[in-house]
Structure formats: structure tokens, C-alpha cells
């Protein structure tokens, strides 16, 4: 099955194509083309997913899946969330800064749980039908934030977040643990059980 995932972030795209399988031939905006700034300009992850995919299934009309992934904090009443790549502001997505930002804010605060999700927005036409149809799928994974960083695998917030049930950050973890017990592991479980129910 052909499926167009809306990124061009290689760290993404391996860890979806490693939970999808060779079932599926996964391919970014770069393979089909697209090199445009797609707008995240919703409030809510959900709002976020489905800018994006709905954008290249507009431009595109090909089926395809988006996801948003926000860092939620509990004693920051769930910041950074959707803001999450890019808290400690500017354009890129500043992992060094982000961490150092979210550290420096829960330096007095003894409440350090947190969560990541993630949702995934599949666009699809059905067969035989011009009209598309738009199914959502969230993942979960609670823990919390370590006091200094700590591993040099993943990306993002990895360092600094440990799963519950695990004494290791995600970044110590490792890709293959890490590619069983994620946030976007979860969704796209969700995800791949609905795209195989229909093959």
C-alpha cells in the first residue's frame, strides 16, 4: 500500500516506516514533490495533523497521514504542547534551546510529570469515490521530565523524558524499545490496524 506521510523529517519518517512494515510503501513530501512551507497554524494537535494532511490531499489528491506531537507538562498546565518544537522561540526547531528552556522552568517545581502524544490525521478516498474521509488516532506515553539530559539517541525532548515503568530517558532507550512504547508508536499502531483492516 502506497501512503504519503506528511514530512520531510528523516528521524520521523524512519521511526513510522520501522512501525508500519513492508506491508507499506511510505513516502515523504520530498519523494512526491512537495516543498512547500505547509501552514501549522492551529491551536490543538489535532487542528495541526489535519492542516497538514488535508493540504496534501488538496494539492496532491493522493492518500496521506500528518501527525502533530506536543510535550505536555503538568505543572506548566500543559506547555510547551503544541508549541513543543519551537518553545524557546525562534524559527528552527532548537532542541539544545528547547530543553534548556523547559528545564530552567520546572528548576522549582517537585511536580514533574508529563506526557508526550501524538495525532495522527488520515485522509483517504474510499474506493470507487472521489470523496474523502478523515479518521484521527492518538497516542500516549506518560512519565516525566529528569533533571539534567541524559543519552545521545532520539531527537527533541528525549534526553530529558523517562516512560514510566522504565529507569532510562528515551534517548538511552534506544530507537527499538523506544519504536515499541512511543507516543507515535501507539498512534500509528492504531493507525496501521485500521489501513490493514482494509487491504
Known amino acids: 500500500m502506497k501512503i504519503v506521510f506528511a514530512t520531510n523529517n528523516a528521524h520521523k519518517l524512519s521511526e513510522i516506516k520501522d512501525i ?3 506491508g507499506f510503501e511510505v513516502l515523504s513530501l520530498s519523494d512526491i514533490g512537495c516543498h512547500d512551507d505547509i501552514p501549522e497554524t492551529a491551536g490543538t494537535l489535532e487542528g495541526n495533523a489535519l492542516l497538514k494532511a488535508q493540504y496534501i ?5 493522493i492518500n496521506c497521514f500528518a501527525d502533530d506531537t506536543g510535550l505536555e507538562v503538568e505543572a506548566l498546565n500543559g506547555a510547551p504542547g503544541v508549541f513543543s518544537a519551537r518553545y524557546a522561540g525562534g524559527e528552527g526547531h532548537d532542541s539544545e534551546a ?5 528545564l530552567a522552568e520546572l528548576k522549582e517545581k517537585s511536580n514533574r510529570k508529563a506526557r508526550f502524544r501524538t495525532v495522527i490525521a488520515l485522509i483517504e478516498c474510499e474506493e470507487g469515490t472521489t470523496k474523502p474521509k478523515t479518521t484521527c488516532f492518538e497516542g500516549i506515553v506518560e512519565g516525566h ?13 528525549d534526553p530529558i523524558f523517562m516512560p514510566d515503568g522504565y529507569d532510562k530517558t528515551f534517548a538511552e532507550l534506544g530507537m527499538e524499545i523506544k519504536n515499541h512504547i512511543s507516543h507515535r508508536a501507539r498512534a500509528v499502531e492504531k493507525l496501521a490496524q485500521f489501513l490493514l483492516h482494509k487491504k
Open 20 to 22: 508500519l512494515g513492508e
Open 57 to 61: 490531499h488538496d494539492h496532491y489528491h
Open 98 to 102: 528547547n530543553m534548556s528552556k523547559l
Open 145 to 157: 521530565i529528569t533533571k539534567e539530559r541524559h543519552g545521545s539517541e532520539g531527537f527533541g525532548y
